[in-house]
């Protein structure tokens, strides 16, 4: 019944589709070239999205598969390997059509089903047609997507859920008291409604649709983004300083906030713009440090890196393994410590198992900016050469109750 109904209303529209395929109307059209102006071209002609996007952000549509004819679609997808002229039904498109994530949403999978049934019922036919099958190679550029595999491959949402959770989700404790449903939360939902509440338990899709939804994430402008303005005071933020720019959240929440925004941009247009693989990892660890300061620090920008001791080499290693930036308080600073690990090493395992430095000696260094201006928006500027180091052979604890002191007076 239903297809029935579809197929008068598709008979309307298939009179103005004509005019767009006069080489067609030229001969006598065949029901594979029926159903192709009647079901494909409508696809083509669409401006909703594909069921593709549910799972491409960017970089590849349906449509871009599609040629205003039969015959050129058809030539353009077998020339690509994306028809199987043997076995029809296990063509590469309907594959790629088929694709759905563990849990589809509605609308997707109303589209996904009507572009499935069209190309599976044109496929089919055209593949039977002895004209089609063997005609040359088509003369003309195939249609595929304008992005490249690689490109096509990052833009998918999947990928930036798994970058969300690993660079933002992650430190989420830094602002989860006041931003997650609980006591504290409560009380500011009270006064200020409740956009306060961006983080949902558990959830780091849902956490991350919502950072979209609540418009914290700037896309023109990744930098102007609430979710770096607001803790930075570049905005005013009733919860106070919480990250200096360029510290190691801010870094980490930058560089996805710039990858999210060019990727929803499609502005990755090539394989050499796509972001490098980053040498270094960084995890947020257990450990917890309060750094004893002289009263005069306050207000300053303080940065505290730690070097492992390189006993092979008799030396400081020359890479930082952990660091923490904070702005000093009258007495000092709290913090927790971000580990910089090398990806595969022995210090990666561990960290990745314990959130924790494993014991050994150590070299705490401090790096200060006396004229560092809280909301200025300007990152801190760190001399070369630390203010104060201190020598460390320790024990790492664990837990915000448990701290390593680090005593600079
Ligand atoms: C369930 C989610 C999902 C849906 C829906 C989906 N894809 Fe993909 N697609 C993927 C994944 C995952 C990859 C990456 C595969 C890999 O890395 O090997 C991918 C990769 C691709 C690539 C890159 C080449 C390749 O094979 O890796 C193309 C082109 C592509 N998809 C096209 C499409 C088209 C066209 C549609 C819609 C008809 C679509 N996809 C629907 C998940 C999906
Ligand atoms: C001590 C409580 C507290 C902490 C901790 C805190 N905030 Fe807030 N934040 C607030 C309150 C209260 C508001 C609502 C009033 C305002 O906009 O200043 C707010 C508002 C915001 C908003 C705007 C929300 C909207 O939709 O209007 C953003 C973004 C934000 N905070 C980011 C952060 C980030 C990022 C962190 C952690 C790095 C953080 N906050 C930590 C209390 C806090």
């Known amino acids: 019944m239903r297809r029935k109904g579809a197929w008068l209303l598709v008979a309307a529209l298939t009179s103005l589709t004509l005019l767009f395929v006069a080489d067609v109307g030229a001969k006598e059209a065949t029901p594979a070239d029926d159903v192709f102006r009647s079901r494909i071209l409508p696809i083509f002609r669409s401006k909703d999205p594909s069921s593709c996007t549910e799972c491409h952000l960017a970089a590849v549509e349906l449509k871009d598969y599609i040629r205003p004819t039969a015959r050129d679609t058809f030539l353009s997808l077998r020339d690509q390997g994306l028809i199987d002229l043997e076995d029809p039904a296990q063509s590469r498109i309907l594959e790629l059509i088929r694709m759905k994530p563990p849990k589809p949403a509605p609308l997707p999978s109303v589209r996904r089903a009507e572009e499935l049934a069209a190309f599976e019922t044109w496929i089919l036919e055209a593949a039977r047609d002895p004209e089609l099958r063997n005609a040359p190679p088509l003369e003309k550029k195939l249609a595929r997507p304008k992005r490249p595999d690689a490109v096509i491959r990052h833009a998918r949402k999947s990928r930036i859920l798994g970058a969300f959770e690993e ?180 210090r990666h395992r561990f960290a990745l198992e314990k959130q924790s430095l494993p014991s050994g000696k150590f070299q705490a260094r401090i790096y200060l900016d006396r004229k560092f201006k809280k909301g200025s928006g300007r990152e801190p500027r760190f001399r070369k050469k630390p203010y104060h180091t201190v020598d460390l052979d320790l024990t790492w604890k664990m837990g915000i109750a448990n701290r390593n002191v680090i005593a600079t007076r």
């Not at 983080?199 to 994430?217: E, K, S």
């Not at 609430?226 to 005071?233: D, F, G, N, R």
């Not at 060019?262 to 990755?268: E, K």
């Not at 947020?284 to 006993?311: E, Q």
């Open 167 to 346: 660079l933002v989700w992650a430190d989420r404790e830094r602002c989860a008291s006041c931003h997650r449903p609980g006591t504290k939360n409560a009380k500011w939902v009270k006064e200020f409604g409740e956009r306060v509440t961006w983080i949902v338990p558990t959830d780091p899709a849902a956490t991350m649709d919502l950072l979209v939804d609540h418009g914290l994430l700037n896309r023109k402008n990744p930098l102007k983004s609430l979710l770096l303005a607001k803790p930075t005071l570049q905005k005013k933020h009733e919860g106070g300083m919480k990250l200096v720019p360029g510290d190691e959240t801010y870094e980490r929440w930058r560089i996805w906030i710039e990858d999210w925004a060019r990727t929803v941009s499609d502005g990755y247009k090539k394989e050499q713009d796509l972001p490098v693989a980053r040498a270094e990892v960084s995890l947020l660890s257990d450990n917890f440090i309060k750094l004893v300061s002289p009263k005069s620090w306050k207000g300053n920008a303080v940065r505290l890196d730690i070097h492992a001791w390189d006993d092979a080499a008799g030396r400081w290693e020359d890479r930082r393994c952990a660091a923490t930036t904070r702005v000093g308080g009258p007495k000092g600073a709290m913090a927790r410590l971000y580990l910089y690990l090398v990806p595969g090493s022995e």
